[in-house]
């Protein structure tokens, strides 16, 4: 969790920048950095969660020590994946969507 306090700020700021770039209006940012904060440490909570409940399962079945690691490394990565294709689309398609307004104002093109 302190990795997630720690991290977040830079996080808004290289994803308003580069994924997300302001145009037409500016937005209020302590809201957005807000959601953003909230979306990242329910993203890291259910992670946790979902490794947590998969070691448990499996723990029940074996005591290997060596395999109870391989599945909390795979509920890892699988969970951390699913994760952060949720918070792509909720980010995408709630916090940073474009108003009305922004739509004729181009965003610029990364080559």
């Keep these: 969790m302190f990795s997630l306090v720690v991290s977040v700020g830079p996080a808004y700021?290289?994803?308003r920048r580069y994924v997300w770039?302001?145009?037409g209006k500016p937005r209020p940012a302590?809201?957005?950095a807000a959601g953003f904060f909230v979306i990242a440490f329910i993203g890291a909570a259910?992670?946790?969660?979902?490794?947590?409940?998969?070691?448990?399962?499996a723990g029940a079945s074996t005591s290997d020590h060596v395999t109870l690691a391989v599945v909390a490394n795979l509920a890892s990565v699988?969970?951390?994946?699913l994760v952060w294709l949720a918070r792509y689309i909720?980010?995408?398609r709630v916090l940073f969507v474009r108003r009305?307004?922004?739509?004729?104002?181009?965003?610029?093109?990364?080559?």
């Excluded at 699988?78 to 994946?81: H, M």
């Excluded at 009305?100 to 080559?111: C, E, G, K, M, T």
């Design 78 to 81: 699988v969970a951390t994946g």
């Design 46 to 57: 259910t992670t946790m969660v979902v490794v947590w409940a998969a070691v448990r399962v």
């Design 100 to 111: 009305a307004s922004d739509h004729s104002i181009d965003r610029p093109v990364a080559l």
């Design 90 to 92: 909720v980010l995408d």
């Design 13 to 15: 700021l290289l994803s």
């Design 30 to 32: 302590a809201g957005e």
């Design 21 to 23: 770039p302001s145009t």
